[in-house]
């Protein structure tokens, strides 16, 4: 039989918040930002989805703890 594991809600919050503001501070601290300067617009378009992806995704899992 396989074995499932329960993790607590509260743990995974606290998971997810810290790979959130990772996030926030490499796409802000680490000058993301300005990329748009230099890549093409297609290229940092996509860059902006993933972002916004997987920000809303991490603040969702943030939510189901509250």
């Known amino acids: 039989m396989s ?3 329960s ?3 509260a743990e995974i919050a606290a998971a997810a ?3 959130q503001a990772k996030l926030e501070a490499l796409w802000a601290d680490e000058g993301v930002d300005q990329l748009q300067i ?3 617009p297609g290229t940092y378009s996509v860059l902006a989805e993933i972002r916004k992806i997987s ?3 991490i603040q969702g899992v943030v939510d189901l703890s509250d």
């Open 3 to 5: 074995q499932t594991m």
């Open 7 to 9: 993790i607590p809600a």
């Open 17 to 19: 918040k810290a790979v």
């Open 38 to 40: 230099f890549l093409d």
């Open 55 to 57: 920000l809303d995704f």
